[in-house]
């Protein structure tokens, strides 16, 4: 009796649904999804603060037949 069952979350999820309506319940999540990648930016901000390094050539040919080239980690943005 203490706990809540699988169906009284979907009924109080219908009511929710009905009061507010899907297309806000859209907004919000959608508001929320904004603030926290807000927030990440904010906590990544001084790390990219640093001056950036210039890249380095990307090949160098030593001799007619052995091709160099420094390999570097993709980094997602």
């Keep these: 009796m203490g706990s809540m069952s699988i169906w009284h979350w979907l ?13 806000k319940l859209g907004n919000i999540g ?18 990219e603060e640093k001056p950036a390094q210039p ?6 040919v030593t001799d007619k037949g052995t091709i160099e080239v420094e ?5 997602k943005q």
């Design 55 to 60: 890249a380095p050539p990307a090949a160098q």
């Design 11 to 23: 009924i109080v999820l219908v009511v929710v649904m009905l009061v507010f309506g899907t297309k």
């Design 30 to 47: 959608s508001d929320l999804g904004k603030a926290v990648k807000g927030f990440k930016d904010g906590v990544k901000g001084n790390e």
């Design 71 to 75: 390999a570097k980690e993709k980094t």
